[in-house]
Nanobody, 122 residues
Framework: QLQLVESGGGLVQPGGSLRLSCAAS????????IGWFRQAPGKEREGVSCISSRGDSTNYQNSVKGRFTISRDNAKNTVYLQMNSLKPEDTAVYYCAARRSYTCGYGGMDYWGKGTLVTVSS
């Protein structure tokens, strides 16, 4: 079965850090660009960050630039999102998604994970 599984979410205080993981099973991520998305309560899903299939190109939403870092380890078939200096407005369900393409982007995703909840609160 082809699937993506996110992990690493949880409750963190403002200013804290979390590292999300996106692990693939049933297929290799080598040929897939990966995107991280989030959906806050009452809001539409939005693209947060993406990385090319080779890991040599990345993109970040303006609100997370300088705080979040996306990376990938194709040997482990896993993509990561390191989130630092977290703010209450980062609270959301975070999803990873894959599309069979070299290019980083937020459209035309082929596979989606089920999400992991990140709550930033004191």
């Amino acid at each position: 079965q082809l699937q993506l599984v996110e992990s690493g979410g949880g409750l963190v205080q403002p200013g804290g850090s979390l590292r999300l993981s996106c692990a693939a099973s049933g297929f290799t991520l080598d040929y897939y660009a990966i995107g991280w998305f989030r959906q806050a309560p009452g809001k539409e899903r939005e693209g947060v960050s993406c990385i090319s299939s080779r890991g040599d190109s990345t993109n970040y939403q303006n609100s997370v630039k300088g705080r979040f870092t996306i990376s990938r380890d194709n040997a482990k078939n896993t993509v990561y999102l390191q989130m630092n200096s977290l703010k209450p407005e980062d609270t959301a369900v975070y999803y990873c998604a894959a599309r069979r393409s070299y290019t980083c982007g937020y459209g035309g995703m082929d596979y989606w994970g089920k999400g992991t909840l990140v709550t930033v609160s004191s």
